[in-house]
């Protein structure tokens, strides 16, 4: 029968970039279940991870009070994989006492060795407010731009080569979008998976007759509803991509007049794509040039096709020329800026999208304002009323790179602040990464559970689960969604706004919304009507928004607090309170310098590290449907735990016959930088000479595995390639 509860909550899930609209039911304090609200992105469709993912907030694996590292407790990498009684390491402490310690140790660096001796780790499992003070907190009190968080390791190529090309790095056209398209280009991309109400979309698509082509080296299961599939060979896309613009240049199926009017650089585009035919292409990248040409017919002569991609095209050390591609295609053809065309890169993480706007990166201020532009430099100096860095600071691999820097290195990294973000489990590499952070004269920590980065921190901060504040994310579609508080903290346990101001405070800064200078500029009538819904403390989450929305420069000008706690979604830019949001953007130009595509052209660049005799496979990571990132919300939620609950290798049946391995049974995986044992699982959807492993599984880490050489353009490591060897356990 029904289930009585206490209060139903309305927020967003906080697992992928679809950003559907859930409502908590609440009892006892405790969710007893989530439901799918009719927001834009999920008209009420949930997947298995929004509908069952929440009991992680009740886990009594919760941090609830502040820890301090003991006196004779080393760091020791061992822990991340095999994790010892907490008491053996940490100690429990006062918020005053680990507040102090923790901004104490930042400080004294900051003094002994310089600004660029700190960095900080934002999240975008964060909120917006969130994002934004902790990038203000390093930019004005640790003094440099040494911020980012995981879309270095997720879209940083894709956002490289949109701005260079379109000026801007968000989607041009909503998911809900492909209901528009007559055919509808998924690449790199497991949507059932990773974005699976986004996958529903397409497959209701399908259903009423748009032709879905699924180019991947997988084969997933988005396949079983495509018109073709194109299993291209792992890292060959710039091949496959060159080959169809060769055929759309060659046989004349260029939208001529798109191309005058929108695009510079063309002629060189043209020349480039002469070598790519598809019949030279086809035993590179493994697609018949028959294949590759209908395809490319399809795409360029249909009334309207939309790209997707996913980390497939992205996590390569070319992840930007394989985006320059896909815009080439899209703009060649003129298939962008109507209704079901474009380019959409599926934004992984709940707020990846909305933490990149709100400044998490290293070398923008909010809204994309370069670091090292003089006027948004100075137009910065004044809105913060501080001195501020004029140099791009360090990427998140990078910033692993100088902790372990030798100790001339003026920029040596020695001290990090790390909120919401497991990089002992998310970066490449990760004995590099392990020991970088171990490396630190101080790490400080904010996060629910002891991740493997907090088992080497030297203070823990206690922080709130999503369910436990307001606040707002954006989506992949450019949805500024409203979240509202459905719980208190646990035991000491402190909304993370409150944390990183309470540090704030510790390093000196004088945040005092009330009075800060661009608030006092502001006319009597101009006076942000928020103001009366903020917090007693001087920054309530209101306030931080309100002040983000004006540090963002106009494009979310018309989302006011009030009218995202009347409306819950609106889609930017939305330019004031009459803009309905503009969900389809391009429509007559691009925010480039001039305004038009900057087409680029690409050439084949090799996978950093290719398979030889001693590593004769090709790893690639991904993740799968049960399982959010490193596994520290999911495998602490029961359902999903119990769905998938021990790490696999995927594998071909024919490499698993050549291998003399059986499907069940246990496997060694080894790279040049690490080793794991996991259970082997037949998937004949994984190419001939490749093993998939999901990333989420602490006792079996495949970032142990992964290569860190980067794409030069987002610095982004090539997680989707490199070489491996496969023995029985
Ligand atoms: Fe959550 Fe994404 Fe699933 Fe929607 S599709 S319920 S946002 S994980």
């Known amino acids: 029968g029904a289930q009585s509860v206490d209060r139903?909550?309305?927020?967003?899930?906080?697992?992928?970039?679809?950003?559907?609209?859930?409502?908590?039911?609440?009892?006892?304090?405790?969710?007893?279940?989530?439901?799918?609200?009719?927001?834009?992105?999920?008209?009420?469709?949930?997947?298995?991870?929004?509908?069952?993912?929440?009991?992680?907030?009740?886990?009594?694996?919760?941090?609830?009070?502040?820890?301090?590292?003991?006196?004779?407790?080393?760091?020791?990498?061992?822990?991340?994989?095999a994790a010892p009684d907490w008491r053996e390491v940490f100690r429990e402490a006062t918020w005053e006492e680990a507040l102090d310690l923790a901004a104490g140790g930042l400080r004294d660096l900051k003094t002994s060795h310089g600004p660029k001796s700190l960095a900080g780790f934002g999240s975008a499992k964060g909120s917006n407010e969130e994002a934004y003070l902790f990038q203000k907190l390093v930019r004005t009190g640790f003094g440099s731009n040494n911020v980012d968080h995981c879309t270095r390791l997720c879209h940083a190529s894709s956002v490289a080569a949109l701005l260079e090309g379109v000026g801007s790095g968000a989607v041009s056209n909503p998911v809900r979008d492909v209901a528009e398209a007559e055919l509808i280009f998924i690449i790199g991309s497991n949507?059932?998976?990773?974005?699976?109400?986004?996958?529903?979309?397409?497959?209701?698509?399908?259903?009423?007759?748009?032709?879905?082509?699924?180019?991947?080296?997988?084969?997933?299961?988005?396949?079983?509803?495509?018109?073709?599939?194109?299993?291209?060979?792992?890292?060959?896309?710039?091949?496959?991509?060159?080959?169809?613009?060769?055929?759309?240049?060659?046989?004349?199926?260029?939208?001529?007049?798109?191309?005058?009017?929108?695009?510079?650089?063309?002629?060189?585009?043209?020349?480039?794509?002469?070598?790519?035919?598809?019949?030279?292409?086809?035993?590179?990248?493994?697609?018949?040039?028959?294949?590759?040409?209908?395809?490319?017919?399809?795409?360029?002569?249909?009334?309207?096709?939309?790209?997707?991609?996913?980390?497939?095209?992205?996590?390569?050390?070319?992840?930007?020329?394989?985006?320059?591609?896909?815009?080439?295609?899209?703009?060649?053809?003129?298939?962008?800026?109507?209704?079901?065309?474009?380019?959409?890169?599926?934004?992984?993480?709940?707020?990846?999208?909305?933490?990149?706007?709100?400044?998490?990166?290293?070398?923008?201020?909010?809204?994309?304002?370069?670091?090292?532009?003089?006027?948004?430099h100075a137009w910065f100096e004044d809105f913060w009323d501080t001195k501020l860095d004029e140099t791009p600071g360090y990427t998140v691999v990078e910033i692993m790179h100088k902790a372990l820097a030798d100790d001339s290195d003026p920029h040596k990294v020695r001290g990090m602040y790390i909120m919401g973000e497991n990089p002992a489990m998310s970066d490449p590499d990760l004995n590099h990464a392990r020991h970088a952070l171990a490396s630190l004269q101080h790490l400080v920590v904010q996060d629910i559970f002891l991740t493997e980065t907090a088992w080497l921190a030297d203070v823990i901060l206690p922080a709130s689960a999503w369910p436990e504040k307001t606040g707002t994310v954006s989506n992949t579609d450019r949805m500024v969604q409203l979240g509202l508080q459905a719980l208190q903290p646990p035991g000491e346990a402190r909304a993370d706004l409150w944390i990183i101001q309470q540090l704030a405070t510790r390093l000196g800064l004088p945040w005092d919304y009330e009075n800060s200078s661009w608030l006092r500029n502001l006319g009597e009538g101009q006076k942000p009507i928020s103001l009366e819904t903020t917090s007693p403390t001087y920054h309530g989450v209101a306030a931080v928004y309100d002040e983000m929305r004006r540090a963002m420069h106009g494009a979310i000008a018309g989302i006011t607090w009030d009218r995202l706690t009347r409306e819950s979604s609106v889609t930017y830019p939305c330019l004031d309170e009459a803009d309905p949001g503009q969900p389809i953007v391009f429509t007559d130009g691009v925010p480039t310098a001039n305004g038009r595509v900057q087409l680029v052209p690409a050439d084949i660049i090799p996978a950093a590290e290719r398979p030889d005799a001693d590593y004769p496979m090709v790893l690639i990571t991904g993740r799968q449907l049960e399982h959010w990132h490193t596994g520290a919300m999911t495998r602490r939620a029961s359902v999903l735990d119990a769905l998938e609950p021990s790490p696999t290798v995927s594998m071909h049946g024919d490499d698993l016959a050549r291998l003399g391995l059986t499907a069940g049974g246990q496997a060694r995986v080894q790279s040049r930088r690490g080793e794991v044992t996991l259970t082997v699982r037949r998937d004949d959807g994984t190419p001939v000479g490749s093993v998939f492993i999901p990333f989420a599984y602490r006792e079996a880490a495949a970032n142990l595995l992964t290569n860190a050489a980067l794409d030069p353009f987002g610095k982004i490591p090539e997680f989707k390639y490199c070489a491996v060897r496969v023995l029985p356990a």
């Open 191 to 376: 949507p059932t998976a990773n974005h699976p109400v986004a996958a529903t979309w397409m497959k209701n698509a399908a259903q009423r007759g748009a032709k879905i082509v699924l180019a991947d080296p997988r084969v997933t299961d988005i396949a079983r509803h495509a018109w073709r599939v194109l299993p291209f060979k792992p890292s060959a896309d710039v091949a496959m991509l060159n080959a169809l613009l060769h055929v759309i240049v060659e046989e004349g199926l260029v939208d001529e007049a798109f191309i005058r009017e929108r695009a510079d650089n063309y002629a060189a585009l043209v020349a480039n794509v002469q070598g790519y035919s598809p019949e030279a292409m086809a035993p590179i990248c493994g697609i018949p040039a028959a294949t590759l040409r209908e395809v490319a017919r399809a795409y360029a002569t249909a009334k309207s096709s939309i790209i997707l991609w996913g980390m497939g095209v992205s996590q390569h050390v070319h992840g930007t020329d394989n985006v320059r591609c896909l815009i080439a295609l899209a703009t060649c053809t003129g298939q962008i800026g109507r209704p079901g065309t474009g380019l959409h890169p599926l934004r992984g993480q709940n707020n990846v999208q909305g933490a990149s706007d709100a400044g998490l990166i290293p070398m923008m201020f909010p809204n994309y304002q370069r670091v090292d532009n003089g006027a948004a």
């Open 8 to 81: 139903a909550v309305d927020s967003v899930c906080p697992f992928c970039g679809v950003g559907c609209q859930i409502t908590y039911k609440v009892k006892d304090e405790r969710i007893v279940s989530v439901s799918g609200r009719g927001g834009p992105a999920n008209e009420g469709r949930l997947c298995v991870k929004g509908r069952f993912g929440f009991d992680y907030v009740a886990s009594p694996d919760r941090v609830t009070r502040p820890l301090i590292r003991r006196a004779d407790a080393p760091k020791d990498v061992a822990h991340c994989e």
